[in-house]
């Protein structure tokens, strides 16, 4: 018997031992790049954020009962997952996990992209902020007219 790709095992296993009728029918899966604080119960929700990436991890139990985790993509979490963020099939036959780093993270273009964010809040927030004074100003009496009037 060929070996299986880990994601198909686990969606397999899912499937036919699984009680929770709404992911077991769907392999297992709980959702895709869900934020923290998304599972019902805080015990998985923490373990989600914890557990290797492309690991089987479990049992955990929580007040629905026992879980098994395999968590196969996740972004913002270097300090866990390194420089990779996902995992795919691959090797011959497909039966192997590959790990994948995103092109985009470190990317000069993400670096430029983060700055010309930055600039354009900043230039944004000077503006609103001198004009919330000024309107501040003359509701206190302290202008009697405002400059673009």
Same mark, same amino acid.
């Given at each position: 018997?060929? &070996?299986?790709?880990?994601?198909? #095992?686990?969606?397999? #296993?899912?499937?036919?031992?699984?009680?929770? !009728?709404?992911?077991? =029918?769907?392999?297992?899966?709980?959702?895709?790049?869900? &934020? +923290?604080?998304? *599972?019902?119960?805080?015990?998985?929700?923490?373990? *989600?954020?914890?557990?290797?990436?492309g690991?089987?991890s479990? &049992?955990?139990e929580?007040?629905?009962g026992?879980? @098994?985790? @395999?968590?196969?993509?996740?972004?913002? *979490?270097? !300090?866990?997952?390194?420089?990779?963020? !996902?995992?795919?099939?691959?090797?011959?036959?497909?039966?192997?996990?590959?790990?994948?780093?995103? =092109?985009?993270?470190?990317s000069?273009?993400?670096?430029?992209? @983060?700055?010309? +964010?930055?600039?354009?809040?900043?230039?944004?927030?000077?503006?609103?902020?001198?004009?919330?004074?000024?309107?501040? #100003?003359?509701?206190?009496?302290?202008?009697?007219?405002? &400059?673009?009037?």
């Amino acid at each position: 018997m060929d &070996p299986l790709y880990i994601v198909d #095992a686990f969606s397999a #296993a899912a499937e036919q031992y699984s009680r929770d !009728k709404e992911t077991g =029918s769907n392999g297992g899966l709980l959702g895709t790049l869900v &934020p +923290q604080g998304y *599972c019902r119960a805080p015990e998985l929700d923490k373990a *989600c954020f914890e557990v290797p990436l492309g690991e089987i991890s479990g &049992p955990i139990e929580s007040g629905h009962g026992y879980h @098994l985790i @395999l968590v196969t993509e996740r972004i913002n *979490c270097q !300090k866990i997952d390194g420089e990779f963020n !996902k995992i795919t099939r691959g090797g011959e036959g497909g039966s192997e996990t590959v790990f994948v780093r995103d =092109s985009k993270i470190g990317s000069s273009d993400a670096i430029v992209r @983060l700055a010309f +964010q930055q600039i354009g809040f900043w230039i944004a927030a000077t503006f609103s902020g001198a004009i919330v004074a000024e309107v501040a #100003a003359k509701a206190a009496n302290v202008l009697d007219k405002l &400059p673009w009037e």
